[in-house]
């Protein structure tokens, strides 16, 4: 059939690149010459890009071709010769946008985020692909060999990795494409990836699938490859393992800003330099700087493969001159690839397949001379051979455009001259570029055209009812619709895409309509549009012999061209024409398309036009039921429907009625069945099988697969949701995990109707005031309580670099911080500043002596020295105490030198301020251990979270001449665990310096940092320093006795809790361990012997009562009982050789081994309970065996005999009272009594009775602190305070104890305080503060060598108590476990050194184990709007410590509160009624030490209202309120649309009084504001608006969604929606709509319609008070809806103030 050509039509519009006039002001663009300018059109995610360069000149720019965009410029040293834009893979992230450029022998990637980097090319002459992710690389003459690169195509996933070959993996062995292959073109399209090559042997045409290949599977062997052609070109170019070739490039960019670097670990030996630019403006600013960029040149010999080629089809070709190929998709969403072969002048195009193959047997064939590929409208755009544009869908061609590209368009060729003439004798213009929406035509003069295409594909009214036609229907019909469609908007797109709808299924189906018109079809562009003219008919023909003409022959069942009346005709004067067969289903289809679009408020406005389309074919059809449900639903359609009065057959409704979604939902919520299914289309019905799951979820009906009867198919999604919420128990749980299962956000919820969304929000309002614990994250952000799954940011907890204490600058004193949680947690009073100046030693200590007349100035600069002397020692006390106060409160950077300060032990003498200096006699290593402790509390500063500290940093922080301090902070790191991270090079090292302190550090460090890992290397560390651990024939290090006492140490920490049978063995032979000859381990033995009972103690840690494999040879309960009570000493071994000063027998010596036994008995059967074991620890009961007994052992047994009977520990003083033997009564009871009521008569002997029972009160006392450690318990701390205040008054009074029991009281004294800080550690409480206070002040002025009670280690006693009321800056508090306990036992040995340089009992170095037993539990509340801490009102569920488990102890509390431990805690909910309630199960969300919590609006932080009086509810908004309502709102909401609506509407104007409504406004925002439901107004406008009109304008679909609410609330009660309103509803309602005749109305009431019903609402609020409530919550919901603009409140606040509102 002869095809009718119309008129011509010239596109007129020229296509200009933007680059042209973007690069014309570019400085160098003069210098650039005759080079050809060149450009290319690049999309990512639907933004065009273009490139354009011009000799070494590139811009890049954005935008739609008329409003571009200028974001980027480079200048390059050498020409430009290929730029393209692909994205790149970054690490496994989200890929990442880079501009490629090709330029003399380099590649440039730039990144527009700034990353730029620049490589070496493979090879010369070559020619890039986009990969996606990714770029190909193939040399364009592949048939030369190039020396550096045997590949002639690589790929690069990341501009700094290596060059990888592509590999074809349908071979045994990986090969690659030879230099025979040239590629053609890489074809992408969504996740299809095509490689076009053409072989030069074979002269085949072959397509290859691209694949990823996984990254493991990259690390493959060189490929099938010739090796001896590598080794040449590695001997051709000299080539070395250590040997580069380097040539060097210069680029040029406009700006010099600060450059960004582009990481890529994995390949280091890459140089590379890089630089970051941008162009911030359109103004062009070049800048004349420049960068220079080097580049180096090396081979590089590729070695893996990131794409796997598979080849899927191959044909023979004879060239591939004009080759062109693309990939494209149907309406069906079919992929093809069509092949332009000018050679013969046709276009193949291949199916692809789902799995991607292409086959020979699959293909059809088009007649052309070049194609594009629209992607928006998935037109293929082809130009014939004759000339004209014709647009294809796959085979099938739809529309012939109106423009010639030939000369002579009127004279067609002949098939003879086909043959003879190539296609550049027949084209004048080709396409040169598709574009979204277009192509671009260059025509024979250069000259480009653009073309825009009109888009019908992508329509969702179009796509969505051709989906319900291809279910109910066919696909054939699907597809015949759609062309005509098509056809009809190419006529006229000045018609809505609505009109085009209702026409063309008229015309389908033979039904005239008056608004039909036959239009003329245009190719326009974006700037002309033709108009009707006198071709209607001939374009219309046109139309309609091209779709004859296609290749599948559809018939579009269209009318004759000649039976179309242009008239506008009534339906009633015309015949009734016979509907196809297929018309009811049409009708259904539609049916389908409006209830879908009836539960989207956006889509609503279509409504009217489907029903009325429905309307209309249902009455030529005679379809009754159709006719019945939509006349009532609009009865101002009637008119539409046709005239049957001389008709005698009745409309027919076949007795059955249709399926109504509202109807269905009614029936949901009252659990009946319906009279029809409800058509529910998989990816067509989205929001109807949503809101009928969602429906079910939040009512009475059960989701099982009886809500399947409800849907017209099987819906897996149901069993999906069904088991997804069956572990659920409320209702708003069961909702938020539904839509979590079903996808469906709140923008979802929102586009349903009103009625329908008020239901679904108020379950969700409901779940927002009580949000369910362990909900997805998701399902938290669509309540709006983000603040239960906020993220806690660690820096709010870093500690500010500000000096508190020390008033002189530039002195460090240890304590250069101030602690968030301090300022926040004691905020009333001075602690901090006090603690702060007691914990400085950097300062000189200030010295008062009074000088009396009798004394010479001599004798006064005596005393100020012997002052000055006794307070040394406590200031060399104070750091041991300051390491807990700033226990990891410092952050620092690896840049940073660690500072240590100095222990400052010089005097001021007051008033004169002169300085005083120790010129006395003193050891010259007194200040030795002070300097350690210094270097562990500096090291112990450093936050142990710390991850970025190493060897290096270590070894960075040095000195170059080991010292005290130094090795102090080798243990600090070791505390932390960061010296596990020192390598053993340079502990070897460290260890080699044979510096004491160092070793002690290093040693004990190690041991913690490997704390219960056996680790073998450092075993036989720890093995040369131990010599029970050396070979017998290897001969002993002279080492000093307290590195071997480390080593004892750092030994049990490392097998803590192993019960390893030969370590156990060694430290039980060294508790009792023989002085060796000579004075070898003869001296501080006791300190030697405690040691090791705490290494077997911490082996066997709590394993007493087991049957431990292996050990029950060595006997250890009996030898430890004789290292206790005495007893004929173990079998030597014959290794041993007696001391030949110190002569001890066969006995065992008591005195050295019990207390180390005592504490390994203790350790060993901590917890356990063994009440045999504890016999033998507890107080002998006669007054013989006490005397045998040594206090200070008393005391340890006391303790050990505690935490063997731990569960039987009771925070009572009867409990201490009754480890006291009944034979010391009378001297507990003159112990416990008054001062005055004391008596001096004690039936026993005091010089025996005093001691024991005062060492058993401190030793009850601290068995008592470890039990209830860290608990902060209130019974326990009276009960240890009482005792402390008791045997404080004793230390005051020694006139009723004997002499020598002084120092006696004074270690029992601080063994109570130490107890105390034990069980309020992490409290800062007040009255144990003034009490260290008080005892820290004492200091006697009497002669050194005088008896002095207040010792060094009473210092370090009372400082280390106050450093545990404010561990780690009163965030830190202790735990309870096994560890835990046995550190706190070590670290708080209550025998505390006498001197400065004393270890004797206790090695120094041990008192920081208390590490170990720290846990951060501080919980402080961020309030999350202001990002601030706040005080918060909690209640916190925790199991009891004592008594029975099942029970829950609830407290209430203010935050920051110290947490209970983590395995008695339950819950933590935030009470009161200024904050949204949050419950926390969870207890791993509240190790972060942050909870955020969201405040209520109208009211105040506890910290700016403690009372609550000034809140909005305190405020009275009546007739009397003199105030501002503005300025009340502003203080507590900074809602913008808030606060423009109380302006607006709270205030009354100047001109008015205060009106029924302003009054009403103002009581109705409060009620919104505090209960945050300002989102529900709209719909209550909606609902008002329905209250006040229904009786005049009822509306047949509102009544519907109406009865959908009510039937949801007839037995659910509303938390947001007021009751009274649902109640007056459902009145007005059965009042309304008792008649079936409706009134006609115009309206249509839509959420888009919301400011008219606004309006509405308040010109008819006046005469209904009752309704007053809910107009205020109608008008302040208006504003904050989203889309409201500006102007429109401009103009509604117009209205209403001129309606006299």
């Known amino acids: 059939m002869n095809e009718i050509v119309s008129d011509v039509t010239v596109v007129d519009e020229l296509f200009i690149p933007a680059g042209k006039k973007f690069i014309e002001y570019h400085p160098l663009y003069e210098q650039q010459g005759n080079a050809t300018p060149h450009w290319d059109l690049f999309y990512r995610e639907d933004v065009q890009y273009e490139l354009y360069w011009v000799g070494c000149i590139l811009v890049c720019s954005k935008g739609p071709p008329q409003h571009k965009v200028l974001v980027k410029s480079v200048t390059l040293e050498h020409e430009i010769q290929q730029a393209i834009i692909t994205d790149m893979n970054t690490d496994g992230e989200e890929n990442e946008d880079f ?28 020619v890039m692909f986009p990969l996606k992710p990714g770029i190909l690389l193939h040399k364009k003459d592949s048939s030369k060999p190039d020396a550096r690169q045997s590949y002639p195509s690589v790929t690069v996933l990341h501009p ?152 899927v089809y191959e044909e023979v070709t004879e060239s591939t001159e004009g080759l062109k190929c693309l990939i494209a998709e149907t309406y069906q969403g079919s992929n093809y690839i069509a092949v332009l072969q000018p050679s013969t002048l046709s276009v193949k195009c291949f199916i692809v397949s789902d799995n991607l193959d292409v086959s020979d047997a699959n293909h059809f064939s088009l007649q052309g001379v070049d194609i594009g590929y629209v992607s928006s409208s998935r037109y293929l755009v082809v130009i014939a051979p004759s000339g004209y544009v014709y647009l294809y869908d796959g085979p099938n061609k739809l529309i012939r455009l109106q423009f010639s590209v030939r000369d002579n368009a009127e004279k067609p060729i002949s098939k003879k001259q086909r043959q003879r003439s190539s296609s550049e004798d027949i084209l004048t213009c080709n396409i040169t570029q598709t574009l979204l929406s277009g192509f671009l035509l260059r025509e024979a003069n250069d000259s480009i055209k653009y073309c825009s295409l009109p888009t019908v594909a992508n329509n969702n009214l179009i796509r969505t009812f051709l989906g319900y036609v291809r279910y109910l229907l066919s696909p054939e019909l699907e597809n015949t619709l759609y062309y005509n469609i098509v056809a009809a908007y190419f006529k006229d797109t000045n018609q809505s895409i609505s009109d085009i709808f209702k026409q063309t299924i008229l015309l389908y189906l033979g039904i005239e309509n008056s608004t039909i018109n036959a239009h003329t079809i245009t190719l326009y562009d974006s700037n002309v549009r033709r108009t009707r003219h006198s071709q209607v008919n001939e374009d219309w023909e046109f139309v309609l012999n091209t779709m004859k003409d296609s290749v599948l022959n559809c018939d579009f069942g269209l009318p004759p061209l000649e039976d179309l009346s242009l008239k506008n005709t009534s339906p009633a004067s015309q015949p009734h024409p016979k509907l196809p067969d297929n018309g009811k289903l049409i009708v259904k289809a539609l049916h389908c398309l409006y209830s879908e679009y009836s539960l989207c408020v956006e889509k609503t406005t279509y409504c009217k036009d489907i029903a009325s389309l429905i309307l209309v074919i249902s009455s030529y059809g005679r379809y009754g039921e159709y006719l019945e449900c939509y006349t009532k639903l609009y009865p101002d359609l009637k008119p539409l429907i046709t005239d049957t009065s001389s008709d005698t057959e009745e409309y027919n409704s076949e007795g059955s009625k249709i399926w109504s979604l509202r109807e269905g939902l009614i029936s949901i919520l009252g659990g ?121 940011d660690p820096s709010f907890l870093k500690c500010t670099q500000k000096v508190l204490s020390n008033p002189i600058k530039n002195v460090d004193d240890g304590m250069p911080f101030v602690s968030p949680t301090l300022e926040l947690r004691f905020t009333e009073d001075q602690r901090i500043n006090e603690v702060a100046k007691m914990f400085s030693s950097a300062n000189p200590v200030k010295i008062m002596v009074q000088k009396k007349e009798s004394m010479t100035d001599t004798e006064y600069v005596d005393q100020q020295e012997l002052m000055l002397f006794n307070k040394t020692k406590r200031t060399m006390a104070i750091p041991i105490g300051r390491a807990l106060f700033t226990y990891a409160t410092y952050t620092m950077t ?169 370590m156990a063995e060694i430290l039980l032979e060294e508790i009792g361990r023989q002085p060796g000859p000579e004075m070898e381990n003869a001296e501080d033995r006791e300190g030697y012997s405690l040691v090791s009972g705490f290494s077997l103690g911490l082996v066997l840690l709590g394993m007493g009562n087991n049957n431990l494999p292996g050990l029950d040879d060595l006997k250890l309960t009996d030898r430890l009982y004789k290292y206790i009570h005495g007893g004929r000493r173990h079998q030597e071994t014959p290794q041993q050789i007696n001391s030949f000063r110190v002569w001890e027998g066969p006995m065992t010596n008591t005195t050295i081994s019990s207390i180390g036994a005592v504490v390994a008995l203790g350790l060993t059967f901590l917890k356990t309970g063994n009440l045999n074991i504890a016999k033998t620890l507890s107080a002998p009961h006669t007054e013989f065996l006490l005397e045998g007994v040594r206090p200070d052992m008393l005391l340890v047994r006391i303790i050990c005999y505690g935490m063997i009977m731990w569960d039987s520990i009771l925070p009572t003083t009867s409990w201490i009272e009754s480890l006291v033997p009944q034979v010391l009564e009378d001297c507990l009871d003159n112990i416990l009594s008054e001062g005055s009521s004391r008596s001096s008569l004690v039936t026993s002997d005091p010089c ?100 002095n009670q207040v010792t060094y280690g009473c210092h370090m006693a009372i400082h280390m108590s106050l450093g545990l009321l404010f561990l780690g800056g009163g965030r830190y508090t202790l735990r309870r476990d096994n560890d835990a306990i046995a550190a706190l036992f070590i670290s708080f040995f209550p025998i505390f050194q006498t001197c400065q340089d004393d270890n004797t009992y206790h090695l120094q170095a041990l008192r920081y184990l208390w590490v170990i037993a720290t846990e951060p539990r501080l919980l402080i509340t961020i309030d999350e709007d202001t990002n601030k801490p706040a005080y918060v009102p909690i209640e916190i569920h925790v199991s009891p410590d004592i008594g029975p488990r099942d029970k829950i102890i609830v407290r209430k509390v203010f935050t920051p509160v110290m947490l209970p431990e983590y395995t008695t805690l339950k819950q933590v909910k935030v009470s009161g009624d200024r904050y949204w309630p949050i419950t926390i199960t969870d207890v791993e969300k509240l190790k972060s030490g942050l909870m955020y919590v969201k405040k209520r609006t109208g009211h105040l932080e506890y910290k700016d209202d403690p009372e609550g009086n000034i809140n909005l509810l305190n405020r009275t908004f009546g007739d009397k309120y003199t105030g501002s309502v503005v300025d009340t709102v502003r203080t507590f909401s900074k809602n913008h649309k808030i606060i423009l609506f109380t302006e607006w509407f709270c205030e009354p104007s100047d001109s008015h009084a205060v009106s029924e409504s302003v009054l009403f406004c103002k009581n109705q925002l409060i009620d919104c504001i505090l209960k945050e439901k300002t989102h529900f107004l709209t719909y209550f406008l909606t609902l008002y608006r329905v209250i006040k009109h229904v009786e005049r304008v009822p509306l047949p679909t509102l009544a519907q969604d109406l009865r959908v609410l009510l039937g949801f609330y007839s037995d659910t009660r509303s938390s947001a929606i007021p009751q009274n309103m649902l109640t007056l509803l459902k009145i007005r309602l059965e009042d309304s709509f008792n008649d079936d005749v409706m009134p006609s109305v115009d309206t249509d009431l839509h959420l888009n319609n919301f400011l008219t019903a606004a309006s509405a609402s308040l010109f008819y609020s006046r005469s209904s008070p009752a309704c007053s409530t809910m107009q205020k919550e109608v008008l302040e919901d208006i504003f904050m809806k989203n889309t409201v603009s500006q102007s429109t409140i401009e103009k509604f606040s117009h209205l209403l103030f001129s309606a006299g509102v």
């Open 1248 to 1347: 025996t009775a005093f001691p024991c029972t005062i060492t058993i009160l401190a030793g009850g006392c601290f068995a008592l602190a470890l039990r209830f450690a860290g608990t902060q318990n209130n019974a326990a701390f009276k009960t240890l305070y009482f005792y402390l205040k008791r045997i404080y008054s004793l230390t005051c009074d020694y006139s009723h104890c004997a002499g020598y029991s002084k120092d006696l009281a004074e270690m029992c004294l601080i063994c109570t305080l130490v107890a105390c800080s034990i069980v309020m550690a992490g409290s800062g409480n007040l009255v144990l503060l003034r009490l260290i206070r008080k005892l820290r002040k004492r200091i006697i002025t009497t002669n050194i060598l005088e008896h």
């Open 894 to 1062: 690896l840049t940073e030198a660690i500072t240590i300060p100095d222990i400052n032990i010089s005097g001021k003498a007051l008033p004169r301020g002169n300085t005083v200096n120790l010129d006395l006699e003193i050891p010259p290593d007194m200040t030795h251990w002070a300097e350690f402790h210094s270097g562990v509390a500096t090291g112990l500063r450093i936050d142990p979270l710390l991850s970025d500290i190493d060897s290096q940093w270590i070894v960075y922080n040095r000195p170059p001449d080991l010292n005290n301090k130094h090795a102090g902070f080798l243990l600090a790191l070791g505390l932390s665990g960061h010296l596990k991270k020192l390598s053993s090079r340079n502990v070897h090292d460290y260890l080699c310096q044979r510096h004491k302190f160092t070793s002690i550090g290093l040693l004990l460090g190690l041991g913690v940092a490997n704390r219960s890992t056996q680790d073998e290397t450092i075993t036989k560390l720890f093995s040369i320093h131990i010599p029970a651990l050396l070979p017998p024939t290897a001969v002993p290090l002279e080492l000093d006795h307290l590195v071997q006492t480390s080593a004892i140490a750092g030994l049990g920490l490392l097998y803590t809790g192993s019960a390893h049978r030969r």
């Open 160 to 311: 700094l990795d290596e060059f990888s070959y592509l590999s074809i993996g349908n071979t045994s062995k990986d090969v690659v494409l030879d230099n025979s292959y040239k590629i053609i073109d890489v074809i992408i399209k969504d996740d299809v990836r095509m490689l076009v090559t053409f072989s030069f042997s074979s002269n085949h045409l072959s397509f290859w699938r691209i694949s990823r290949n996984s990254p493991t599977s990259n690390q493959t062997s060189v490929p099938h490859a010739p090796i001896d052609h590598i080794e040449g070109l590695k001997s051709q170019i000299g080539f070395t393992p250590n040997s580069s070739r380097y040539c060097t490039s210069k680029v040029v960019h406009n700006n010099n800003n600060s450059k960004q670097q582009l990481h890529r670990e994995r390949t280091p030996s890459q140089n590379l330099s890089l630089y970051h630019h941008s162009i911030p403006t359109m103004a062009m600013e070049y800048s004349n700087q420049t960068t220079i960029l080097s580049v180096t040149r090396y081979p590089e010999l590729v070695t893996t493969a990131n794409f796997n080629l598979l080849k």
């Open 672 to 792: 009946t069945a319906l009279p029809q299914p409800i058509e529910v289309v998989s990816g067509l019905s989205r929001n109807t099988e949503l809101v009928i799951i969602l429906l079910c979820v939040i009512s009475s009906t059960p989701i099982t697969r009886k809500v399947i009867r409800y849907l017209n198919a099987n819906s897996g999604t149901v069993d999906t949701v069904a088991k997804a919420i069956k572990s659920y128990k409320t209702t708003h749980e069961k909702l938020l995990v539904a839509m979590k299962t079903l996808g469906v956000e709140c923008k979802d919820i929102h586009s349903l109707p009103v009625c329908m969304q008020l239901p679904l929000l108020d379950v969700l309002y409901e779940a927002h005031c009580n949000p369910p614990p362990n909900l997805p994250q998701s399902s938290y952000h669509i309540i709006n309580r983000t603040d239960v799954v906020k993220e806690p």
């Open 99 to 126: 501009i490629a450029i090709i330029s003399d022998v380099n590649i440039y990637f730039f990144a527009f985020n700034g990353h730029d980097a620049a490589r070496a090319l493979p090879f010369h002459d070559a």
